[in-house]
Nanobody, 127 residues
Framework: QGDLVQSGGGSVQAGGSLRLSCVASVYTSSRRCMGWFRQAPGKEREGVATIERGGGATYAADSVRDRFTISQDNAKNTVYLQMNSLKPEDTAMYYC????????????????????WGQGTQVTVSS
């Protein structure tokens, strides 16, 4: 059992939906920010969405803003990524991560700011 355990993902046709879940351990649940990242073959890891665990402020990258929603259930120490209107270019390995807030209380979108990582889950979108 890792610090962050992911579930969800899979294969879907373009236009479909998937939901990813990420359960944090007691230790990592103290991290103030949770993020979802993805990495496609041959590409760098990119930030998809973040959520601040206290006030719930969220951020989503431009490429997914109108289609993906990050949310949390603090009672379950779980963060979700609801992905709608999926496109083939969304195909990637998706990772959740936990990390600290910035000095001004915001969550980073850069992956190197995150200390703990889930095991990854594959999302494949076919055209």
């Amino acid at each position: 059992q890792g610090d962050l355990v992911q579930s969800g993902g899979g294969s879907v046709q373009a236009g479909g939906s998937l939901r990813l879940s990420c359960v944090a351990s007691v230790y990592t649940s103290s991290r103030r920010c949770m993020g979802w990242f993805r990495q496609a073959p041959g590409k760098e890891r990119e930030g998809v969405a973040t959520i601040e665990r206290g006030g719930g402020a969220t951020y989503a990258a431009d490429s997914v803003r109108d289609r993906f929603t990050i949310s949390q259930d603090n009672a379950k120490n779980t963060v979700y990524l609801q992905m709608n209107s999926l496109k083939p270019e969304d195909t990637a390995m998706y990772y959740c991560a936990a990390g600290p807030r910035s000095a001004i209380g915001a969550c980073y979108i850069a992956s190197d700011r995150y200390n703990y990582w889930g095991q990854g889950t594959q999302v494949t979108v076919s055209s």
